[in-house]
């Protein structure tokens, strides 16, 4: 049996920085502009971190998810 250690969910987003990764798709930009205004002027959200793949078929590359660790929360957008 594999265990793994699990972080404790955020209770607010308040104050937080977070991570929008785009996958290069049609429409991802206008998706991740309005979440980020959400994210900021409804939750408080202190800091955003724009995350970019090569593309949609691929997983992020090792620079990228570096850049995801100082992140508190990451959201992954699909755009089409």
Avoid: F, Y
């Avoid at 408080?44 to 850049?67: F, H, M, N, W, Y």
């Amino acid at each position: 049996i594999t265990t793994t250690n699990r972080v404790a969910g955020l209770v607010s987003l308040a104050g937080r920085t977070v991570g929008l990764l785009d996958n290069c798709k049609i429409n991802v930009q206008q998706l991740l502009n309005h979440v980020e205004a959400i994210l900021r002027e409804q939750h408080g959200v202190k800091t955003v971190v724009r995350l970019k793949k090569p593309d949609a078929s691929r997983p992020a590359p090792p620079e990228v998810i570096a850049q995801m660790n100082g992140c508190d929360a990451v959201i992954s957008a699909v755009g089409d």
